[in-house]
C-alpha cells in the first residue's frame, strides 16, 4: 500500500533534482497541483510513478554551434534538443534562437508540449530545442551560416519517426528553410523532419495563422460555454508576434474589437478598435521591417503607451501572446477591476502563478496556453500527415480541422474541470493531458 502523494515531498524531489531551473519548476507543480489529486484517487498511475517519469525527459542533448560572421570572426553558441516524451508519438515541439533560451525555459516548454499535444488528440510526443542564438541584427548569411552549423549536430538526432522540431521565437520561415536545406544535404533525404516549411517544398497552409487564430478559437468554444457571444467584445492582445498578429486577425474575422497590440517598446492603443488594413501595415512594420510599434502613431488614430503592457486598459478579454510571465498579480488585478471576464493563453505560461490565483479568486474565465495556444502543433501533425499521404489539403479544410481540435481541446477541459457549472480549465486541461499519456506509458511497462 502506497501512502498518498504530497504536492510538498513531490516538489522537493524534483528541485532536488533539476536545481535552478525556476521556469521548469513553475511549470511542474502548476500541472502537480491538479494532477496530484487525481492520482490519489487512481493508485495504479501513483504506483507506477508516472508523474515522476513524466517530469524526468527521455533524453536531453546539448551541443556546440560554431559558425563564422560576417566580419570573419568565429562565433560559439550552444544548442540544445529536449526529447521529453515519446510515450504517443514521435517528438514535436519547436526550435527557440533568442538570448533566453536556457534548459530551464526548454525543458518548461518541453513538459508544457507534453500536455498540449496530448490534448490535440493527435499522436505526437513533446520535446523542445534551440540556442542561446540571437538572430535580431544578423544578416541573411550570418543566420543561414548558424543555421547550417546547428543543423550539423542535431540532425543525427532527429527523423520522421523519431522527432519532428517546429519553429518558435527566433526561428521562422526563413530558418526553417535553411534548417532543411541543410538536413537534406547531409541526409540526402526529403521527408517530413521538420514542420513549418514553406509551401513549395511540403509545407502546409494555415501552419502560420494557427496557434494564433485557435487561440482566437478557443476563447470563443470557452465563452460560448458559459452562454456569452465573442461578437462585439472588446480585446486586450499583448505581443505583436506570429501568435499575436493572427490572434487579432481572427477575433477581427469573428466580429470582435481588438484595442492592443505591443512590444518590447509599449503597447499601441487604438480605441475605436483594429481594422484588417491596419493589421496588415503592422505585419509589415513588424515582420518584414522589423520596426517597433511607436512608429506607427503618426498614421493610426490611437495612442502608444511607452514602456507599458496593455493590461492598465479597460476591456472584457484579454490574450496574453507575447512571453512567459508578462502577465503579473498586479495586472491580473487590475484586468478584474476594470471587468475583464475570460483570459486565454497565447503564449506558453505567459501568467504568473500568482495572476491565476486573481484570475480564480474573480471568477474570471482562464484558459491555460497548453490548450488555448495547441493550435500551432495541431497544425504542424496536419502538415506531417499531408507530407506521409503526399498531398495538400485546402485552406478550408485545414481552418475547419483546426476549428474542430480547438473545440474537442475546450470539451476534453470542461469534462475533467468542470464542477457545480464552473470550469477549472487548468484542471480540466493537465488531467486530459495526463490520462492519454499516462495510460500510454502504462501500456509499456517500465521503460
Request: hydrophobic share 35%; net charge negative.
Amino acid at each position: 500500500m502506497y501512502d498518498d502523494l504530497t504536492l510538498e515531498h513531490f516538489m522537493d524531489g524534483l528541485i532536488k533534482r533539476n536545481p535552478h531551473e525556476p521556469e521548469f519548476h513553475q511549470a511542474v507543480k502548476e500541472v502537480a497541483e491538479s494532477v496530484i489529486p487525481f492520482i490519489n484517487q487512481n493508485k495504479k498511475y501513483h504506483q507506477a510513478h508516472i508523474l515522476e517519469r513524466m517530469t524526468e525527459p527521455d533524453k536531453v542533448v546539448s551541443f556546440r554551434v560554431t559558425w563564422e560572421d560576417d566580419e570573419g570572426n568565429i562565433r560559439i553558441n550552444r544548442g540544445y534538443r529536449v526529447q521529453f516524451n515519446n510515450a504517443i508519438g514521435p517528438y514535436k515541439g519547436g526550435l527557440r534562437f533568442d538570448p533566453s533560451v536556457s534548459l530551464s525555459i526548454l525543458k518548461f516548454l518541453g513538459f508544457e508540449q507534453t500536455f498540449k499535444n496530448s490534448l490535440t488528440t493527435l499522436p505526437i510526443g513533446a520535446g523542445k530545442g534551440g540556442a542561446d542564438f540571437n538572430p535580431k541584427g544578423k544578416s541573411d548569411r550570418e543566420i543561414m551560416r548558424f543555421c547550417q552549423s546547428f543543423m550539423t549536430q542535431l540532425y543525427q538526432h532527429i527523423g520522421p519517426n523519431m522527432d519532428v522540431p517546429a519553429g518558435d521565437i527566433g526561428v521562422g520561415s526563413k530558418e526553417i528553410s535553411y534548417l532543411f536545406g541543410q538536413y537534406k544535404r547531409i541526409t540526402h533525404r526529403v521527408e517530413s523532419v521538420l514542420t513549418g516549411k514553406a509551401l513549395e517544398y511540403g509545407g502546409s497552409l494555415i501552419r502560420t495563422e494557427a496557434t494564433g487564430y485557435g487561440n482566437a478559437y478557443f476563447m470563443q468554444a470557452m465563452l460560448a460555454h458559459h452562454q456569452h457571444d465573442i461578437k462585439g467584445k472588446t480585446c486586450l492582445v499583448s505581443g505583436s508576434g506570429n501568435v499575436a498578429l493572427h490572434c487579432a486577425e481572427k477575433l477581427i474575422h469573428l466580429d470582435a474589437k481588438v484595442l492592443t497590440l505591443s512590444d518590447s517598446s509599449g503597447t499601441l492603443f487604438i480605441p475605436d478598435g483594429l481594422t484588417l488594413e491596419q493589421l496588415e501595415k503592422i505585419k509589415d512594420i513588424k515582420i518584414q521591417q522589423r520596426k517597433r510599434l511607436d512608429v506607427l502613431t503618426s498614421e493610426f488614430n490611437c495612442e502608444f503607451f511607452e514602456n507599458k503592457k496593455p493590461w492598465h486598459i479597460e476591456a472584457e478579454l484579454a490574450f496574453p501572446c507575447a512571453t512567459q510571465n508578462e502577465l503579473t498579480e498586479e495586472d491580473a488585478k487590475q484586468l478584474a477591476e476594470n471587468g475583464c471576464i475570460a483570459v486565454s493563453e497565447g503564449a506558453n505560461m505567459p501568467c504568473t502563478p500568482e495572476a491565476v490565483k486573481v484570475f480564480h479568486d474573480s471568477k474570471i474565465l482562464y484558459a491555460p496556453g497548453k490548450a488555448a495556444n495547441a493550435g500551432g502543433v495541431a497544425v504542424s501533425a496536419l502538415e506531417m500527415s499531408q507530407n506521409s499521404i503526399r498531398m495538400s489539403w485546402s485552406h478550408e479544410e485545414l481552418e475547419e480541422k483546426l476549428h474542430n481540435i480547438m473545440k474537442q481541446i475546450h470539451d476534453k477541459c470542461v469534462q475533467y474541470g468542470e464542477h457545480e457549472k464552473h470550469v477549472d480549465y487548468v484542471k480540466g486541461a493537465n488531467i486530459a493531458g495526463f490520462i492519454k499519456v499516462a495510460d500510454a506509458m502504462l501500456a509499456y511497462g517500465v521503460v
